[in-house]
T-cell receptor
Framework: AQTVTQSQPEMSVQEAETVTLSCTYD???????LFWYKQPPSRQMILVIR??????QNATENRFSVNFQKAAKSFSLKISDSQLGDTAMYFC????????????FGKGTRLHILP | DGGITQSPKYLFRKEGQNVTLSCEQN?????MYWYRQDPGQGLRLIYY???????QKGDIAEGYSVSREKKESFPLTVTSAQKNPTAFYLC?????????????FGQGTRLTVV
């Protein structure tokens, strides 16, 4: 069974700094997706970034980028020039690329951006 | 606008009563999911469905039931057998026929059992 581990329950950084959230996963699959979701205080889950395992290039979305290390089964999220609106819970998630599979989430990292 | 809608946003029930949470999507997604979120536990999968009239148990299915009679709808019933039902429940949909997938989430339902 696949598992997703986020080793940092909580983090705090100053506004405008760069922060990296860690995520590791365990799978024997070769073809899969990885996601980072953001859950602000409103509790609405928002997709931040998606990585397809067969793509070697790291995904980037504006200030958000990932460091995808397939051999190490590591998928960290880097937030550059952090903003107060980045304060949220961040969840790492995994899904096999198969019609019968489910999305598995880590326990989350609570990120505080300090003014 | 396309999206996924959960209702109600807040729900209160007496202990021992069954309650049904609604989830509707108009994104034409095949897959739908129900997650439970508790503090420090992340999102735990209750049930998921990849196609109409079929669904699978997730990691914490005991005390819950679902149906998938229509592609757009995936209601979750919290039964009296669920020992600790007070939680935040999230519904999601995803995966089109080309398996391009990301999960789109509803706004959640906060269930409180008193």
């Amino acid at each position: 069974a696949q598992t997703v581990t986020q080793s940092q329950p909580e983090m705090s950084v100053q506004e405008a700094e760069t922060v990296t959230l860690s995520c590791t996963y365990d799978t024997s699959e070769n073809n899969y997706y990885l996601f980072w979701y953001k859950q602000p205080p409103s509790r609405q889950m928002i997709l931040v970034i998606r990585q397809e395992a067969y793509k070697q290039q790291n995904a980037t979305e504006n200030r958000f980028s990932v460091n995808f290390q397939k051999a190490a089964k590591s998928f960290s999220l880097k937030i550059s020039d952090s903003q107060l609106g980045d304060t949220a819970m961040y969840f790492c998630a995994f899904m096999k690329r198969a019609r019968d599979d489910k999305i598995i989430f880590g326990k989350g990292t609570r990120l505080h951006i300090l003014p | 606008d396309g999206g996924i809608t959960q209702s109600p946003k807040y729900l209160f029930r007496k202990e021992g009563q069954n309650v049904t949470l609604s989830c509707e999507q108009n994104l034409n997604h095949d897959a739908m999911y129900w997650y439970r979120q508790d503090p420090g536990q992340g999102l735990r999968l209750i049930y998921y469905s990849q196609i109409v009239n079929d669904f699978q148990k997730g990691d914490i299915a005991e005390g819950y039931s679902v149906s998938r009679e229509k592609k757009e709808s995936f209601p979750l019933t919290v039964t009296s057998a669920q020992k600790n039902p007070t939680a935040f429940y999230l519904c999601a949909s995803g995966q089109d026929r080309d398996m391009n997938t990301e999960a789109f989430f509803g706004q959640g339902t906060r269930l409180t059992v008193v």
